[in-house]
T-cell receptor, first 115, second 111 residues
Framework: DVKVTQSSRYLVKRTGEKVFLECVQD?????MFWYRQDPGLGLRLIYFSYDVKMKEKGDIPEGYSVSREKKERFSLILESASTNQTSMYLC??????????????FGPGTRLTVL | GDSVTQMEGPVTLSEEAFLTINCTYTATGYPSLFWYVQYPGEGLQLLLKATKADDKGSNKGFEATYRKETTSFHLEKGSVQVSDSAVYFC??????????FGAGTTVTVRA
């Protein structure tokens, strides 16, 4: 079974703090993704990565950055957390398949509260 | 751009009732279509998918048929259980690794 783990289930930070959210997958997937989930808005893609050290902006990258130094690990960074970044953050991974979109496997999520 | 519209919830049903969640899409090209489910306290997991017109995806008693003529991918289950209580997301992808999600529909099944 594919396993995607996220470093924290719940996190509380203060405005202006630098925040790191970590994600690790154990299935040697090339693609990794960070989404945020907000009520009524579904999931919105922040960043994704299709290889080590490669990254691409998603639909809402402002205020976020990412790091992928190893294939299994994808980090989301909030350089200076703000209250409007309070949300549920979900990490996902998938195989790189050039002929179709492969299933994305999700972690359990990190609920971040910024005070 | 590519987008998905799904019926708003919340939806509350009794056990053994019939469930339908409507999903329509707008896409350039020929998308693959997905239903993901999120049980309380968990991440999303794939429920079913269809990759071309007239395909039917099915899993755990749920079904959805890819209808190109109506740009729809409605989710159905004939007899729901309490354990089906979850948030259901319709999603599409047009061969670029990325998924576009609908807003999600919360379903509560009462015993």
């Amino acid at each position: 079974d594919v396993k995607v783990t996220q470093s924290s289930r719940y996190l509380v930070k203060r405005t202006g703090e630098k925040v790191f959210l970590e994600c690790v997958q154990d299935m040697d997937h090339e693609n990794m993704f960070w989404y945020r989930q907000d009520p009524g808005l579904g999931l919105r893609l922040i960043y994704f990565s299709y290889d080590v050290k490669m990254k691409e902006k998603g639909d809402i990258p402002e205020g976020y950055s990412v790091s992928r130094e190893k294939k299994e690990r994808f980090s989301l960074i909030l350089e200076s957390a703000s209250t409007n970044q309070t949300s549920m953050y979900l990490c996902a991974s998938s195989l790189l398949d050039l002929t179709s979109t492969d299933t994305q496997y999700f972690g359990p999520g990190t609920r971040l509260t910024v005070l | 751009g590519d987008s998905v519209t799904q019926m708003e919830g919340p939806v509350t049903l009794s056990e053994e009732a019939f469930l339908t969640i409507n999903c329509t899409y707008t896409a350039t090209g020929y998308p693959s279509l997905f239903w993901y489910v999120q049980y309380p306290g968990e991440g999303l997991q794939l429920l079913l998918k269809a990759t071309k017109a007239d395909d039917k995806g099915s899993n755990k008693g749920f079904e959805a048929t890819y209808r190109k003529e109506t740009t729809s991918f409605h989710l159905e289950k004939g007899s729901v259980q309490v354990s089906d209580s979850a948030v259901y997301f319709c999603a599409l992808s047009v061969f670029d690794y990325k998924l576009s999600f609908g807003a999600g529909t919360t379903v509560t099944v009462r015993a």
